[in-house]
């Protein structure tokens, strides 16, 4: 019997300790990306939290100002 292998689901929001562990930096450094350099969040009270694709683009932008 073949085994069928259901499609990984990706996760709709990051919190700051998973966008932190993604980008190799601490969790202060994402609230300082937070607070100065625009890192789009999404507020559930007081928690924030990312878009992954939000993430990317943010990267990407980031990327070309250089």
Known sequence: MQQ???PSVQPMLMNVTQVA???GVSRGTVYQMI???NLPVVL???K???RPDA????????EQQL
Do not use: P, Y
């Open 48 to 50: 924030r939290m990312v």
């Open 55 to 62: 993430l990317k683009a943010w990267l990407q932008d980031r």
């Open 44 to 46: 559930f009270g007081r």
């Open 35 to 37: 607070l100065t350099a």
């Open 21 to 23: 562990q993604a980008l």
């Open 4 to 6: 069928v292998q259901k």
